[in-house]
């Protein structure tokens, strides 16, 4: 079955956006190959909106269809992985933490030591974080900011978003393999996963904004009152 046959088949599980986004994928990797696959990874790395879940089954299901070998469809899109990472690092590196230690201390709420503190705990933690990183939904790609912050070295950086890509790459692809048609069950439990992680996330934000709300206030009232006395 070509690549072609494979977009009808995935538009026809259903009607939602990510059926278009498969439709799509399923058209890039018929005109360039795995490379296509390779593409829409880093895409997604970039851009967090575009789901992982939706892009590594399909390349999976591509596979299954003979398009182009199990192989080349995780090593391309681990290739991917790594390429929209290192962009995001460099761009960390470019930034800088100086630089940032300066943006923070010009936002409301945020302190030029929250930089610091993220650094240092990025220096003790940062090949931990790296790694498992790979394999949470948002922080995929925002990890690699901080790894370039706090200038880890390119080849370590390298190695372990392999690493962990590769295993969070190989799980949904081979998913999507095996699956076929059906490969839309991975998204139902995938976007399980990234519900959690972001009611985690709003909940560490809003933790976060009552902490440093409620010591602003207790500065200014306490500022207030010694202006008083």
Known sequence: MTVVNIAATSSSGGGSWLSALADWLVMLMETIGPAGA?????????????PSEAVLPVAGLAASRGSFTLAEAIGWTTFGSLAGAYILYVLGRVLGAERLTRVAEKLPLMKGEDVTKTVAW?????????????????FRSLISIPA????????KFGLLTTAGSLIWNSIFVLAGFFLGENWHIVEQYAGVFQN??????????????????RAAVRHRRESTEDAAG
């Not at 933690?125 to 394999?135: D, E, N």
């Not at 370039?148 to 080849?155: C, R």
Request: zero cysteines.
């Open 38 to 50: 390779a593409i829409a990874v880093g895409l997604e790395s970039l851009f967090p909106p575009i």
């Open 122 to 138: 990025f220096e003790r933690h940062g090949s931990v974080a790296v790694f498992f990183g790979r394999m949470v939904p948002l």
């Open 148 to 155: 370039g912050v706090s200038k880890m070295p390119w080849w």
């Open 196 to 213: 959690i992680v972001i009611v985690v996330v709003v909940a560490l934000i809003a933790w976060f904004l009552f902490i440093r709300i």
